[in-house]
């Protein structure tokens, strides 16, 4: 056996992976991937004072190294660390929750062509390096630092695959403004945002002519009965609309009155919801509950974010819903500005 | 650097969080023979801490009503963080299904 499969071994041994085989992290390695991040080994990032622990930069270059990530990636790395290990991102909430969720990782802007990320076919789960190791950097930052390097459990009911590799890129031909004009930011700005996600639930309708039925179906999909966010309305949505979808909603919405349509149309009786178990009975006043008027799973339309990417072939979109207790963290690569999206009533 | 030999024998480095050194500041010891327990308002972690209230109190444990947060996920307000430590018995949290 090859010293590197021994140390593949060793790292598995010692809990240093996500269950897949990871680069060993050696030092050299890892101090390549310090200088790119720009920060000393010793850099405290943040602390855990309940369970007396603390991450230092000298971990997030070591998870980079595993991950399979080159240190030309470390700008968007950075960013992503930072935004994770922020207060407001509650990453133990999300390592820990039932809800199974991923962190999902969003670019837009120029970085997308720089580091040749995946847009077209299969843009989520894209067999090319940038994407699949940044997703899984972020994936790896939640199972080792958000479960405090297995003092914790995760205890996700189900999970899903993005659990290991999670990350979706614009197209850079986007018929709307660009994904991080949402979020205040300049279209020609690289951005890099991160949301804890379920799963991509798949929309697809290959026989509606017009951008208005896109629309309708997409909206059936956001207000299903079983979405988590009906009772609590955090989260909200990211909306993925691939090209074929978007000629035909671009030609009849602009993106604002796109998401005015899905406020208003993705709604369900609450009644009904409260027959079927999705509204408890003991209504928290704060949840703004009528059993008399429709519900929609977000408090404001705000909640509702779209991006455009997928294969130029094929009538499909994706609707990816947040988890309850998180907002979507947006970064600025050049000013290192970061924006959050709107908070729900959670 | 937190750092250990691999079968190589070049150095890796470690990706868990690292313990801050000192000791760990909790206090177990009760006042009084009665326990608090804290959880959200999910049907399963009442279910389980209704259950464990119930073989408590059989052990002649004084358990008060369960303290039920308002939302699973967020840290409850100071002024319940206040009610909790004045609770001279044991306070545990519960399952948060």
């Given at each position: 056996?090859?010293?590197?499969?021994?140390?593949?071994?060793?790292?598995?041994?010692?809990?240093?992976?996500?269950?897949?085989?990871?680069?060993?992290?050696?030092?050299?390695?890892?101090?390549?991937?310090?200088?790119?991040?720009?920060?000393?080994?010793?850099?405290?990032?943040?602390?855990?004072?309940?369970?007396?622990?603390?991450?230092?930069?000298?971990?997030?270059?070591?998870?980079?190294?595993?991950?399979?990530?080159?240190?030309?990636?470390?700008?968007?790395?950075?960013?992503?660390?930072?935004?994770?290990?922020?207060?407001?991102?509650?990453?133990?909430?999300?390592?820990?929750?039932?809800?199974?969720v991923a962190v999902l990782v969003i670019l837009a802007?120029?970085?997308?062509?720089?580091?040749?990320?995946?847009?077209?076919?299969?843009a989520l789960?894209?067999?090319?390096?940038?994407?699949?190791?940044?997703?899984?950097?972020?994936?790896?930052?939640?199972?080792?630092?958000?479960?405090?390097?297995?003092?914790?459990?995760?205890?996700?009911?189900?999970?899903?695959?993005g659990?290991?590799?999670y990350c979706v890129a614009e197209?850079?031909?986007?018929?709307?403004?660009?994904f991080q004009?949402q979020f205040?930011?300049?279209?020609?700005?690289?951005?890099?945002g991160v949301m804890a996600a379920e799963g991509p639930n798949?929309v697809?309708?290959?026989?509606?002519?017009?951008?208005?039925?896109?629309?309708?179906?997409i909206?059936?999909g956001l207000?299903?009965?079983?979405?988590?966010n009906?009772?609590?309305?955090?989260g909200g949505y990211l909306v993925l609309i691939?090209?074929?979808?978007?000629?035909?909603?671009?030609?009849?919405?602009?993106r604002?009155?796109?998401r005015?349509?899905l406020?208003?149309?993705?709604?369900?009786?609450?009644?009904?919801?409260?027959?079927?178990?999705?509204?408890?009975?003991?209504?928290?006043?704060?949840?703004?509950?009528?059993?008399?008027?429709?519900?929609?799973?977000v408090?404001?339309?705000d909640q509702i974010t779209f991006i455009e990417s997928g294969?130029?072939?094929?009538?499909?979109s994706a609707i990816i819903p947040g988890w309850?207790?998180n907002v979507t963290h947006v970064?600025?690569?050049?000013?290192?500005?970061?924006?959050?999206s709107r908070?729900?009533?959670? | 650097?937190?750092?250990?030999?691999?079968?190589?024998?070049?150095?890796?480095?470690?990706?868990?969080?690292?313990?801050?050194?000192?000791?760990?500041?909790?206090?177990?010891?009760?006042?009084?023979?009665?326990?608090?327990?804290?959880?959200?308002?999910?049907?399963?972690?009442?279910?389980?801490?209704?259950?464990?209230?119930?073989?408590?109190?059989?052990?002649?444990?004084?358990?008060?009503?369960?303290?039920?947060?308002?939302?699973?996920?967020?840290?409850?307000?100071?002024?319940?963080?206040?009610?909790?430590?004045?609770?001279?018995?044991?306070?545990?949290?519960?399952?948060?299904?």
């Amino acid at each position: 056996m090859s010293d590197l499969v021994a140390d593949m071994r060793i790292c598995f041994e010692r809990g240093y992976t996500d269950g897949l085989p990871v680069v060993p992290p050696y030092s050299e390695l890892v101090d390549e991937m310090l200088a790119a991040l720009g920060w000393s080994a010793s850099d405290v990032l943040a602390v855990d004072e309940e369970l007396r622990l603390e991450i230092r930069a000298e971990q997030l270059a070591s998870i980079a190294v595993m991950a399979g990530c080159e240190p030309a990636y470390a700008r968007v790395l950075r960013a992503i660390g930072e935004m994770l290990l922020a207060p407001t991102f509650n990453l133990r909430g999300v390592a820990t929750t039932t809800g199974g969720v991923a962190v999902l990782v969003i670019l837009a802007g120029p970085v997308v062509g720089e580091l040749e990320l995946a847009t077209g076919s299969n843009a989520l789960g894209a067999p090319v390096r940038s994407g699949a190791t940044i997703g899984r950097f972020a994936q790896m930052v939640r199972h080792i630092c958000g479960r405090a390097g297995g003092l914790l459990d995760e205890f996700g009911t189900i999970g899903h695959p993005g659990r290991l590799s999670y990350c979706v890129a614009e197209r850079q031909d986007t018929m709307w403004p660009g994904f991080q004009t949402q979020f205040g930011f300049d279209a020609g700005e690289s951005c890099v945002g991160v949301m804890a996600a379920e799963g991509p639930n798949s929309v697809n309708n290959h026989y509606a002519e017009t951008g208005e039925h896109i629309l309708e179906t997409i909206a059936h999909g956001l207000a299903h009965w079983g979405t988590t966010n009906f009772y609590y309305q955090g989260g909200g949505y990211l909306v993925l609309i691939a090209p074929e979808h978007m000629r035909l909603v671009a030609a009849e919405f602009s993106r604002e009155a796109a998401r005015q349509f899905l406020f208003e149309r993705a709604v369900a009786l609450t009644r009904d919801l409260a027959r079927i178990g999705r509204i408890p009975r003991g209504i928290d006043k704060a949840r703004n509950v009528d059993l008399d008027a429709p519900r929609s799973p977000v408090a404001h339309q705000d909640q509702i974010t779209f991006i455009e990417s997928g294969g130029s072939a094929g009538k499909f979109s994706a609707i990816i819903p947040g988890w309850v207790a998180n907002v979507t963290h947006v970064k600025g690569l050049a000013g290192g500005r970061v924006a959050l999206s709107r908070k729900g009533v959670f | 650097m937190s750092m250990e030999h691999s079968a190589s024998c070049r150095l890796l480095v470690s990706p868990l969080p690292v313990p801050i050194p000192g000791p760990l500041p909790v206090s177990v010891r009760a006042a009084e023979r009665s326990v608090l327990l804290i959880d959200s308002r999910k049907p399963n972690s009442l279910r389980i801490l209704e259950h464990a209230a119930e073989l408590l109190r059989r052990e002649g444990v004084e358990v008060a009503p369960i303290a039920k947060k308002k939302n699973p996920v967020n840290s409850e307000e100071e002024a319940r963080h206040a009610e909790f430590a004045r609770h001279r018995g044991l306070v545990l949290l519960g399952v948060f299904d």
